[in-house]
């Protein structure tokens, strides 16, 4: 491939990419899918902008090694034990169970059961990368959902090393299976029942070199204090474990991933992940789009029913066998469903174990294409079944999957707090240790389910919804703090419950000055702004380090809160005038609110100099006044 056509490639794949992902987002359908289109449309098969892409998916498949090598840097020991069951219980059981249907199915279409069993572990494998794109995408990556998608995932991971030593022995009966599957192997010449030893040995030569030779290699680097270097020795280490593991046979992915093991516990942990992050998402990208481009349109077109009867057969037989091993692990039916539903598509490590098994003459060349042109389909199928199933399962409240609704303590609750994440647990708090009598509402699953874990009884519900409202003691309660993360929502519930429920004294969480005002606007009786009194700490703070003493930052930040509230009562007039007036009065109010804080600081500044000379008790009245006012 000569520089011009490497120009052009990269041309071609990064426009597909730039152009197709932001519109994917904006339909909802998020950015793998996205991906996944304009490799479609780029490919040899409909547009063939690039040729075939088999020039470029080596480079392209360097995307899941740096993703396997991060997923690595987190296996900490102390994340394995605490994560023990989900990995070892649960990551088993959906591949054991998973295994076991996909291959019952495989002997169903009349397969050795020796080519069944190959099926059934390779298929069992998930997408590493579209799974944990996704949770991240939608904020799920730490909660119940996440942490078992997480564990699975990783179990199946660590899978791939005896599978590489297993599926060579699956070798249907009169066929000599091949000393290597890999042409550029250097095991290539050794006995068969030697290749897997040898491979071991590759392993346990990453094990101990990555722990005793790269912490003195990187001391050294460190030292130098070049960040760039610091960063091409990350990468240089990646590199070269992954070209260990392709020499030896094994995929480049796990070889990243195990080197990200041994690396867990190191100090350069952490600056590891920050100098080689930037790398992922790129090249995942481009590892997405070739999958697209080398999805072969032509069989699919050729046998469509079929191609489409196994990707539905796959993913169903998946999400049932996943399903079932979360409840037999007591997860609960929402998170059981979701992760089976986010698990139930192929994996990356399918294409490289069908080469393999392929290689290994396990099955047939026909076999092999067709189960890679229904795991590319599956991949590319998983963000439109998720979406499906998020607006049409997740958003319906009576088939959503739900925690188990707490019933309402007896008696009439003084507050009602809507919204129960970072910024209402604080003002909830505050209301429980003053003796008032709360009920907590959330909406949503994976954050109830989370914080159940700590003791609170928190109840699931909209509280848009008037009936959960008036089941949770709405007519006879004094406040509704709605403290909701949805500022259009925050509105909606403000609006029925001052209409509804008139003696509500309601206090709602603010994003900004116009939803303040929007929200006054419906009946709310004080609006606060999320980050207004911690920004305003926050530049106190910063003038003490200025070199203010304390009570002339506390004095500085009570003028500012005090003409602020004034100019905010002005504006809201204003606003509901149009945006124009609104943006117009702003400019106008800027210059006179400037100068009216200095001049009010100016006067602080000779009354400090003026009280110099005052006894200290006189000082710590004054300061104790202005802490008060703050």
């Known amino acids: 491939m000569n520089a011009h056509s490497l120009l052009t490639q990269a041309l071609v794949y990064l426009a597909g990419g730039v152009v197709s992902v932001p519109i994917a987002k904006r339909l909802g359908l998020g950015s793998v899918l996205g991906y996944l289109i304009a490799g479609v449309l780029i490919g040899p098969f409909l547009l063939n902008l690039v040729g075939r892409p088999a020039e ?11 993703l396997l090598f991060l997923i690595g840097l987190e296996v900490r020991p102390a994340l394995l034990w605490k994560m023990r069951t989900t990995i ?10 998973t295994a076991a249907l996909l291959g019952a199915a495989s002997l169903a279409f009349g397969l050795d059961w020796r080519v069944g069993a190959a099926v059934g572990l390779i298929l069992a494998m998930s997408s590493t990368a579209i799974v944990l794109q996704s949770l991240e995408e939608k904020g799920l990556r730490q909660g119940p959902v996440g942490q078992a998608s997480f564990g699975v995932l990783l179990f199946q991971d660590l899978a791939v090393i005896p599978l590489f030593a297993l599926l060579p022995l699956l070798t249907p009966a009169g066929i000599a299976a091949p000393a290597a599957s890999h042409a550029t192997s250097l ?9 897997p030893l040898a491979q071991m040995a590759a392993v346990a030569v990453i094990a101990v070199g990555g722990r005793y030779l790269t912490q003195p290699l ?39 991933f195990l080197a990200g093991v041994v690396l867990a516990d190191s100090e350069f942990r952490r600056e590891l992940e920050t100098d080689i992050e930037p790398f992922r998402g790129l090249l995942l990208g481009l590892f997405f789009i070739t999958v697209g481009a080398g999805l072969d349109l032509g069989l699919v077109a050729a046998h469509p029913f079929i191609v489409l009867g196994l990707v539905v057969g796959l993913m169903v037989l998946k999400t049932a066998a996943m399903y079932a091993a979360g409840r037999l692990f007591r997860h609960s039916h929402g998170t059981a469903l979701s992760t089976a539903v986010a698990l139930a598509q192929g994996g990356e490590f399918a294409f490289v174990l069908l080469g393999f098994v392929l290689g290994a003459q396990v099955m047939s060349a026909e076999l092999a294409h067709l189960l890679t042109a229904v795991v590319a389909v599956s991949m590319a199928a998983t963000p439109l079944v998720t979406a499906g199933y998020d607006r049409l399962v997740l958003s319906r409240p009576d088939t959503r999957a739900e925690p188990e609704r707490l019933p309402f303590d007896e008696g009439d609750p003084d507050v009602i707090v809507a919204g129960f994440g970072r910024f209402g647990q604080i003002a909830a708090r505050l209301l429980i240790a003053n003796k008032f009598k709360v009920v907590l509402l959330d909406s949503s699953i994976e954050a109830i389910d989370a914080i159940r874990r700590f003791g609170w009884r928190v109840h699931y519900g909209d509280a848009s919804r008037l009936d959960l409202l008036r089941t949770a003691g709405a007519e006879k309660a004094k406040v509704l703090l709605i403290a909701i993360d949805d500022r259009d929502k925050a509105l909606e519930i403000a609006e029925a419950a001052k209409a509804t429920f008139p003696q509500l004294f309601i206090v709602a969480r603010a994003f900004d000055r116009p939803h303040a005002f929007e929200l006054l606007a419906r009946g709310v009786d004080w609006a606060e702004r999320e980050t207004y009194e911690s920004a305003l700490n926050f530049g106190r703070h910063t003038l003490e380090g200025l070199g203010f003493t304390d009570r002339r930052a506390l004095k500085a930040a009570v003028v500012f809160r005090e003409h602020d509230n004034r100019l905010f009562r002005q504006q809201q007039a204003s606003y509901g005038q149009g945006e124009e007036q609104y943006v117009s009065a702003v400019r106008a109010s800027r210059e006179t609110f400037e100068r009216l804080i200095q001049a009010e600081m100016a006067r602080v500044a000779e009354e400090e100099e003026r009280d110099e000379n005052e006894p200290p008790h006189e000082d710590r009245k004054r300061l104790e006044a202005d802490k008060e006012r703050v």
């Open 56 to 66: 470029v998916q080596k480079f392209a498949e360097f995307g899941v090694v740096i």
């Open 88 to 97: 070892f219980g649960l990551g088993l059981t959906q591949l054991v169970g």
């Open 187 to 195: 095991l290539a010449p050794l006995p068969a029942w030697a290749q």
């Open 218 to 256: 990187f001391r050294f680097i460190a030292s130098a204090r070049l960040r760039e270097i610091f960063t091409a020795s990350a990468l240089l280490l990646v590199i070269a474990v992954a070209a260990l593991m392709e020499l030896v046979g094994l995929s480049p992915a796990l070889g990243a």
